[in-house]
Every structure is written in structure tokens, then in C-alpha cells.
């Protein structure tokens, strides 16, 4: 967040991310179209790696998309901090079925604490109708903490990098 004037300016980091998208967000061909600490959104176009054997989109497409968009807020509202963050439990609800189209993303923050975070993400498809919606908690660690043996950083995925 910026101050200009008395009047917090949200930081968009889209370009930023999209240039990044590697590993399991460019397998779902996931994109941002808006990025800030304070809001999220992501379009993911379905395609047939997407459905499950009735046609219909995969359950696990809403909760990644629900892991990643609110994983995505709270990573820059705690990069901002010179912290990181991980989620905890990812609760998804499938609400309509979608075969085709466009599903779009937007994820909030419900609560931010100092330890932990909430955020909440709605799946729309075409018509704006509501096809799933889902809450994360999230865990923030400070800058030296350690998961799975090492420090969080953003690394390409193998063979997305230059290796030349």
C-alpha cells in the first residue's frame, strides 16, 4: 500500500506474477488480472485437463484456485512485512456445476492477524453466476523461519528458467 495524500493506493503486482507463473498454476493455465494485498483476482479458461469424467470442473480446480488467489493476497501482504506465509486449511464449497468458459477468481482478506490470516475467494463462471466458494487460514512466518527445512523464496519451477 501507498499513502499519497492521505489516501491508500492499492499496489498492483499482475504483470509481476504473470511473468512468474510457473509449476502448478501454468499446468491450470491460471492467469491474474488484478494483484494487491488487499485483493485478488485470477481467470482460469476451462479446458479438458480441467474436467473430471462427467464433464463437469474438477472439485480440486475450485480449491486450487482458492489455495492460490488467497495464498496470493497473503503472500504480498506479508512480503510487504518482510515476512512469508503458508496456508493451513483450505475449505472449498462447490456450489454450481460448470463445464465451459471462463472461471473468475477474486479473493479478500477476512481477517489479518498478526500470526495468522483469512481470506475468502468466490469462483464465478461466464455469467457472473456463483459456482464455488471457499475461506483459507493462513499461517505468517517471520522472515528467518524455516518450512520443510528451508527458507520460503519464489523459485521458478525446473525448465522454466533461462538455461542458457
Do not use: K
Amino acid at each position: 500500500m501507498t499513502d499519497h495524500d492521505g489516501v491508500l493506493e492499492c499496489v498492483d503486482f499482475t504483470d509481476e506474477l504473470n511473468g512468474l507463473i510457473s509449476g502448478f498454476n501454468r499446468a491450470m493455465d491460471l492467469r491474474f488480472t488484478c494483484a494487491s494485498s488487499e485483493r485478488v483476482e485470477a481467470e482460469l479458461p476451462i479446458g479438458e485437463q480441467h474436467r473430471q469424467a462427467y464433464g463437469l470442473v474438477h472439485g480440486g480446480v475450485y480449491a486450487a484456485l482458492v489455495e492460490t488467489v488467497c495464498s496470493t493476497g497473503a503472500a504480498l501482504y506479508a512480503l510487504e512485512r518482510g515476512q512469508s506465509s503458508v496456508g493451513l486449511d483450505n475449505n472449498t464449497s462447490f456450489l454450481r456445476a460448470v463445464r465451459e468458459g471462463t472461471l473468475t477468481a477474486v479473493a479478500t482478506p477476512l481477517t489479518r492477524g498478526r500470526r495468522t490470516h483469512v481470506w475468502e475467494c468466490r469462483i464465478t463462471d461466464d455469467h457472473g453466476r456463483l459456482a464455488a466458494a471457499g475461506r483459507l487460514r493462513l499461517l505468517i512466518l517471520a522472515a528467518d523461519e524455516q518450512t520443510a527445512g528451508a527458507s520460503l523464496q519464489i523459485r521458478p519451477a525446473p525448465g522454466d528458467g533461462d538455461d542458457a
